[in-house]
């Protein structure tokens, strides 16, 4: 004989699972339909609450023959002035690359497009990809995968204090 019993689920639980399924649709349905307002993109609210651009860079990512991501500022630049090394605790500044060079392939864009990291007044990061329009905002990912873009930002030491 099998030890096993079977004990059906509460039907309270599948009451509440069910309850669940239905406001998730509703929802759903009605930011589809137009009921319920869509989340704004954050360029959307900085740009309606006025919130300037209070440094920022030009960047290009190149892999380079040591396997290590090279990054240039600026188009022209023949000389990175930082780098991932391959295998470095850095991933994810490759990560974010790789993502984005992902959707780049898919739309027929050259790796040489500039990237724009921009540090906001109100503290917050972004990464913006020129050629696609698509931004990363890179704070949702937590201080020290913030920090591995924030490095990149000219003059990172002085503006320690606007929001590292």
Same mark, same amino acid.
Do not use: C
């Given at each position: 004989?099998?030890?096993?019993?079977?004990?059906?689920?509460?039907?309270?639980?599948?009451?509440?699972?069910?309850?669940?399924?239905?406001?998730?649709?509703?929802?759903?349905?009605?930011?589809?339909?137009?009921?319920?307002?869509?989340?704004?993109?954050?360029?959307?609210?900085? /740009?309606? /609450?006025?919130?300037?651009?209070?440094?920022?860079?030009?960047?290009?990512?190149?892999?380079?023959?040591?396997?290590?991501?090279?990054?240039?500022?600026?188009?022209?630049?023949?000389?990175?002035?930082?780098?991932?090394?391959?295998?470095?605790?850095?991933?994810?500044?490759?990560?974010?690359?790789?993502?984005?060079?992902?959707?780049?392939?898919?739309?027929?864009?050259? /790796?040489?497009?500039?990237?724009?990291?921009?540090?906001?007044?109100?503290?917050?990061?972004?990464?913006?990809?020129?050629?696609?329009?698509?931004?990363?905002?890179?704070?949702?990912?937590?201080?020290?995968?913030?920090? /591995?873009?924030?490095?990149?930002?000219?003059?990172?030491?002085?503006?320690?204090?606007?929001?590292?």
């Amino acid at each position: 004989m099998s030890a096993h019993v079977e004990r059906p689920i509460p039907k309270p639980v599948l009451w509440g699972i069910g309850a669940m399924v239905a406001v998730t649709f509703a929802l759903t349905g009605g930011v589809a339909l137009g009921i319920l307002e869509r989340p704004r993109p954050a360029s959307q609210v900085r /740009a309606e /609450a006025g919130i300037a651009v209070v440094a920022e860079r030009i960047l290009v990512f190149r892999d380079m023959p040591d396997g290590s991501l090279g990054i240039f500022a600026g188009g022209a630049a023949t000389t990175p002035f930082a780098s991932v090394a391959a295998g470095s605790n850095e991933g994810f500044v490759r990560g974010v690359i790789r993502s984005m060079s992902r959707e780049r392939r898919m739309k027929g864009v050259g /790796a040489e497009a500039p990237y724009h990291l921009k540090l906001w007044a109100d503290g917050r990061l972004s990464l913006e990809d020129v050629a696609t329009g698509r931004t990363v905002e890179l704070d949702s990912f937590g201080a020290d995968n913030r920090r /591995a873009f924030w490095r990149l930002l000219p003059g990172a030491a002085e503006l320690e204090g606007k929001g590292a």
